[in-house]
């Protein structure tokens, strides 16, 4: 089985975060393997350190994003890359909510889900264009707009992914 490290997610996701070194934001990014676990009969998810992550591995991949100016900030970007030896699944669950949109082109443009792109097929012999949704698991890039971050104020934001 192929292992995919830390390290190498880690610094895909956090690129971001390294871009905006001025910024009045200060952005820290958790990443756990997702584990279900059997307690008291009960199936549960436990969040465990990813460290080398084998393919089929789900992460939880939660940023905080704390505003550390000493004023309200507005309308605050942050687009994340869904690293390419994974695929995304969904939005992360228990987190807090801000405008998502997704990419489909490595983060060049954003739209909200469900995406969208024209594909050309041939029917009766005939050239044919049509719209199809984009699955889930094709998105490169989640981008988060929060409307108003208050000065001290934080927020988590974040989505599974599963390794390839």
């Known amino acids: ?8 997610l ?3 996701l956090l690129g971001t975060a390294i871009a905006q070194g001025s910024s009045p934001l200060d952005l820290k990014l958790a990443l756990n393997v997702v584990k279900s676990v059997t307690e008291n009969g009960k ?8 460290q080398g992550n084998v393919p089929g591995d789900v992460l939880s991949q939660v940023v905080t994003a704390r505003n550390v100016s000493s004023k309200a900030v507005k309308n605050v970007q942050i687009p994340l890359n869904v690293p390419k030896a994974t695929f995304y699944l969904a939005p992360e669950k228990a987190v807090d909510t801000a405008r998502t949109e997704y990419s489909i082109d490595g983060g060049r443009t954003f739209a909200p889900a469900p995406l969208k792109r024209k594909v050309t097929l041939t029917e009766n012999g005939k050239s044919v264009t049509r719209e199809v949704e984009v699955k889930p698991s094709e998105y490169q890039a989640v981008r988060y707009t929060i409307p108003e971050l208050k000065a001290g104020q934080a927020l988590k934001l974040g ?3 599963q390794v390839k």
């Open 10 to 12: 880690l610094t895909l």
């Open 1 to 8: 089985m192929k292992r995919h490290t830390t390290p190498v």
């Open 43 to 50: 199936v549960a998810e436990k969040f465990l350190p990813a």
């Open 159 to 161: 989505y599974r992914v």
